[in-house]
């Protein structure tokens, strides 16, 4: 998608502090953080949303979640807690239709989140 911002991100053409990257993902933090710690996981293929989630693409999503893992660890969230969120829709509030995982800590989360 030559207009989508974050397959600008992922090859290159817009410059990002990418704090995590292999064959499948990248990682990066949010420009408008919610939480002290706020990165985005953006899978290297673009899907448009999580609608779009399907049997050749769902090992993808389990491998977010270990990525999410490894990133919590790194960044000290992992011992008391952190959120892995992913938006569906305009009503859903994705706002980039180019599935992507944000991970979110450092901080209390409240419920409901919206």
Not at 32 to 55: F, G
Request: charged share 25%; hydrophobic share 35%.
């Amino acid at each position: 998608m030559s207009d989508c911002i974050f397959c600008k991100i992922i090859n290159k053409e817009i410059n990002s502090k990418i704090v995590y990257e292999d064959e499948y993902v990248v990682a990066f933090p949010d420009i408008n953080p919610q939480a002290p710690v706020h990165l985005l996981i953006v899978p290297k293929e673009h899907i448009e949303s999580p609608l779009d989630i399907n049997e050749d693409n769902k090992d993808l999503v389990g491998h977010v979640y270990l990525v999410g893992k490894k990133l919590a660890s790194q960044y000290g969230i992992d011992k008391k807690g952190y959120r892995i969120v992913s938006n569906c829709g305009d009503d859903g509030g994705q706002t980039v239709h180019h599935i992507h995982f944000h991970l979110l800590g450092g901080r209390f989360m409240t419920w409901p989140p919206g």
